[in-house]
């Protein structure tokens, strides 16, 4: 295990930038915390609409999730269009699936209409069935799809199941053909240069350790100094700390861990994952994978522990699930292991909006890759007093539960009994 990289393996391909050790500035319109895409994609709205504009991240650009996810574009609103009729009306839940789609097309058109190089690839995502129950209300949701929400979906039986992966192990499933790949670390480097090249500010090594409500708006205490500002965003989503209790008590942030394969070759890989997918299953516990872009590797992600753990430690856990999947992978060598925490939500909805004065968008879910740069886009919007930035889910309510303040007690027990479900087909 002593020669396997805790760093994701994106960074072997693209290097994340040090950014000069520029003074910083005295005050600004706009302060953000946290350069990730929520962040960037906030900055360079909030710039072009000739707010001045500091972003500062604790850890490098991107060392959050945003440098270090599965690269996997899907339409990402978790509850389904019925649960949200049933909790907000119809007419709001249709809104707010529309803002799922316009996420993925956003991602698409900065990708291939705005020049954002992240190594878009629109191959589609390969859902697999844990059981045969699961095929069949997968089955069912895909011809009953509700109206004006329609995604482009296959369903393929597990007679042929091997068109899509060489395993036996899901009782068929779904092709959502409007799924993508991007490379994340790709993407949040483009999405740096966006911002800056709008005029915004980045601060890297920079962690915001106070944040004070003052005449002008608010003292932000920075680890390089105190910075004055208008207004303040938080876009720290699975790294929410102390910095604000209200939003900590509101995010669970739960770690996601990743492993690649050593290089596979291209011929083994397309063997594997014959169309060249993302692949996602139905399990409670999810596992997802891919190939990597350049198609040598098999990156295989879930959730590997029942407490938070070292990445490497997870390493035989990760391989053992791949393994269940693809037996001939049982012993490949692992180059890369690496983890992130997402954050989730009591109502697995993300969340924008403002908090006495400071602005917030965070709680994807594990799926900001689309939705994160859009919505993240839509709050900047918002802080520069634009109309288009309006959104089906602002000022939600943000729940939380008595007795949480940060940190998921619930989590071990949670995933145990996820696991046991998923273990038993239930
Ligand atoms: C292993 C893994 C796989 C994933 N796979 C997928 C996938 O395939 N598809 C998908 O849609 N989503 C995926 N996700 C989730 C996705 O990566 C995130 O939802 C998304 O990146 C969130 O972006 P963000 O900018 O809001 O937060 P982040 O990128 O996490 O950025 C938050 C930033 O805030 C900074 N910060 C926190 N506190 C402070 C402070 N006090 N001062 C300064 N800075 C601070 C942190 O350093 C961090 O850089 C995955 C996540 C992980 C971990």
Same mark, same amino acid.
């Given at each position: ?6 760093? $994701?393996? +994106? ?13 910083? $500035?005295?005050? #600004? ?36 999730? *945003? ?58 995502? &390969?859902?697999?069935? !844990?059981?045969?129950? !699961? ?14 929400? /329609? ?17 036996? &192990? ?68 699975? %790294? ?26 291209? /011929? ?16 409670? #516990? #999810?596992?997802? &994978? ?8 098999? @990156? ?7 407490? /938070? ?5 997870? #390493? $035989? ?7 269940? @999947? ?7 060598? @692992? ?8 954050? %989730? ?5 993300? !969340? ?44 939600? *309510? ?10 998921? +007690? ?5 995933? +145990? ?10």
């Amino acid at each position: 295990m002593s020669d396997v990289l805790s760093t $994701p393996l +994106w960074q072997d391909h693209a290097a994340i930038p040090v950014l000069p050790e520029l003074p910083m $500035p005295a005050e #600004v319109d706009v302060l953000i915390v946290g350069a990730g895409y929520t962040g960037l994609s906030a900055a360079r709205e909030t710039a072009a609409a000739g707010r001045s504009t500091l972003v500062v991240d604790a850890g490098a650009v991107g060392a959050g999730c *945003s440098g270090r996810n599965g690269g996997q574009v899907a339409y990402s609103i978790k509850p389904s269009f019925k649960a949200l009729s049933a909790r907000y009306g119809e007419k709001r839940a249709f809104a707010i699936c529309q803002e799922g789609r316009e996420a993925v097309a956003y991602l698409r058109s900065l990708a291939t209409r705005d020049g954002v190089d992240c190594d878009w690839r629109e191959r589609g995502c &390969f859902y697999g069935a !844990h059981t045969r129950h !699961h095929f069949a209300v997968m089955a069912r949701e895909a011809r009953q799809q509700p109206q004006g929400l /329609e995604q482009r979906i296959t369903v393929v039986s597990r007679a042929q199941q091997r068109q899509e992966i060489e395993s036996d &192990f899901y009782h068929g499933g779904c092709v959502y053909h409007d799924d993508a790949s991007v490379d994340p670390l790709r993407l949040v480097l483009a999405l740096l240069r966006r911002a800056q090249d709008s005029g915004a500010a980045v601060r890297d090594q920079c962690a915001v350790q106070a944040i004070r409500i003052s005449r002008i708006g608010f003292d932000v205490l920075t680890s390089r100094g105190v910075v004055k500002a208008r207004n303040v965003l938080l876009a720290t989503n699975g %790294y929410s700390g102390p910095l604000s209790p209200w939003h900590r008590r509101r995010v669970i942030p739960i770690g996601s861990y990743q492993i690649a394969t050593a290089p596979l070759g291209v /011929e083994r890989v397309r063997s594997l994952i014959p169309q060249g997918r993302n692949v996602v299953d139905s399990r409670r #516990v #999810v596992v997802y &994978f891919r190939p990597s872009p350049d198609g040598e590797c098999i @990156i295989f992600g879930g959730r590997a522990a029942l407490a /938070e753990k070292n990445p490497l430690a997870c #390493v $035989p856990r990760l391989r053992s699930m791949m393994a269940r @999947i693809f037996p001939q992978l049982q012993s490949v060598r @692992i180059t890369h292991a690496w983890v992130g925490w997402v954050a %989730y939500t009591f109502d697995t909805m993300p !969340h924008l909006g403002q908090h006495k004065g400071l602005y917030y968008c965070m709680g994807y879910c594990g799926q900001g890759v689309p939705l994160a740069p859009y919505f993240g886009k839509r709050i900047g919007q918002q802080m520069a007093g634009l109309e288009e930035g309006r959104t089906a889910i602002d000022d939600l *309510s943000f729940p939380s539960r008595p007795y949480y303040f940060g940190t998921p +007690w619930f989590l071990a027990p949670s995933v +145990w009994a996820y696991r046991t479900m998923d273990a038993v087909g239930i």
